[in-house]
């Protein structure tokens, strides 16, 4: 299991902090997610034989949002 800090551009509110939650939660292997617009991040917790931080990134795009 590991812990990725993604940051994450374009969030602006609670809304948007959730969306980028719920797909990255969608993809298998994630096991916890903490999003901050504020902060602009995502904490991921996944197994890394499950998924690859490629997938997390696509999951996030797939909202709109820019990965950095």
């Not at 959730?18 to 904490?43: P, R, W």
């Amino acid at each position: 299991m590991e812990i990725a800090t993604i940051h994450v551009y374009g969030m602006t509110c609670d809304h948007c902090e959730e969306s980028v939650k719920n797909a990255l939660l969608k993809v298998d292997g994630v096991s916890a997610v903490t999003v901050s617009y504020q902060n602009k991040t995502a904490e991921v917790q996944y197994e890394t034989s499950e998924v690859s931080m490629e997938e997390l990134e696509k999951a996030i795009e797939s909202q709109g949002y820019e990965v950095a």
